[in-house]
């Protein structure tokens, strides 16, 4: 594998070294074939840096990460740490640190937490760790303070499920251990036929609008509009993909 650090002028060191790390590779996909077969892993992120013989024994994704990723890598610090609320599989989070940042993806579901544990494994990833945590108003309080937080795609089932306002008091822990910038996108009415929307039906017909003035109000100095991007491969309506800046 191409990320395996050989360091050693000593051949048979290296192959001893090469040897293990496909050992926990193996270790690493026997794992995930695992959680496939007893819970089914969900089919929306992919699985970061499985090889192409490896990829073709999961459920395909559907999130369109790549798109999302061009802005945000282009609009990131060179250094630093960053925290990805709600990560899910954890691809922004490895993406963040293959970048070099010190990066953290929280994530309540444990089918999705076991995913990413079992890829930082299969990756030999050093910068990206994982914490399994159902953010609320009370736990985002002992959230760590980090230079960029990535949330995306969450804050709606927050409205939803715990109310405006505890979602509020989520994000606002958020943006205070935020210390450079936030990465933000949401649900949005008339984004889905699966799910009742109704619960942000308060953000109006211009939700970008909304978007702004809601992130303004949690204390950023400046929030852009990066780009609107369609929601995963089967729905093409849009989101926006929003920069809030400290
Ligand atoms: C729609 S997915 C978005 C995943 C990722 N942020 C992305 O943009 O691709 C939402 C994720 O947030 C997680 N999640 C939802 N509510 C949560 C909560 N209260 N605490 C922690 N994770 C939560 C879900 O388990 C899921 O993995």
Redesign the pocket.
Known sequence: MDDIVVTSPDRAENTEVAEKAAAYRRLARDGLAVVDRVHGIRR??PLYGLTDEDRALFPAPK?L?DE?WEHIGANLPPVGSAM?????HG??TFKLAERGLHTIG????LR?FQVAQWLTLYNQSDRASFQR????AETAQHLPAVDVV?????FH??VR??GLDDATRIMQALADRCRDRMFF?TGQVGDTDTLDRSSIGFMGRRPRRWIKRFLKDLGFRKVVHLATLSRSTDNRRTRHLMLALR
């Open positions: 929306y992120q999130r990460v999302r990805d609320v709600g990560c899910q691809w922004f929280v994530e309540g579901s999705a945590l159902y953010v609320d990535v949330c995306m795609a969450i089932h927050w499920l715990q996108e």
